[in-house]
């Protein structure tokens, strides 16, 4: 087996990541949400620097794949948001960390 071979089938994994949770603001939210078991949409914006709307973009797009769960309620007459990583969510994380790790793994150093 030659080195660029070697090579390009430690690297393999890169064509399989998941995009969606590849975005860099959208990883910054799923790793955010995966070491906690809720959060507030105000703790991630302030914990991730995205504006208001750019975080509402992205869980929005969270929220379709099934990545995340977001209950929107009233507390004392004014509207509150708490987000949670789904089973799904919580799976797809996992998966993306370790081809990641197993990417980083191959790399000569």
Do not use: W
Request: charged share 25%; hydrophobic share 40%.
């Amino acid at each position: 087996m030659t080195t660029t071979k070697a090579s390009s089938e430690g690297l393999q994994p890169i064509a399989d990541i998941d995009r969606l949770i590849h975005e860099p603001a959208r990883l910054m939210i799923l790793a955010l949400l995966y070491v906690v078991e809720s959060a507030d949409f105000l703790f991630l914006m302030r914990q991730t620097g995205l504006t208001g709307g750019n975080l509402s973009s992205h869980l929005s797009k969270l929220e379709a794949a099934g990545y995340v769960a977001i209950e929107k309620e009233f507390v004392d007459k004014k509207p509150h948001t708490m987000l949670r990583l789904t089973d799904k969510g919580r799976a797809a994380f996992r998966e993306y960390r370790q081809s990641m790790q197993q990417i980083f793994d191959g790399l000569p150093d």
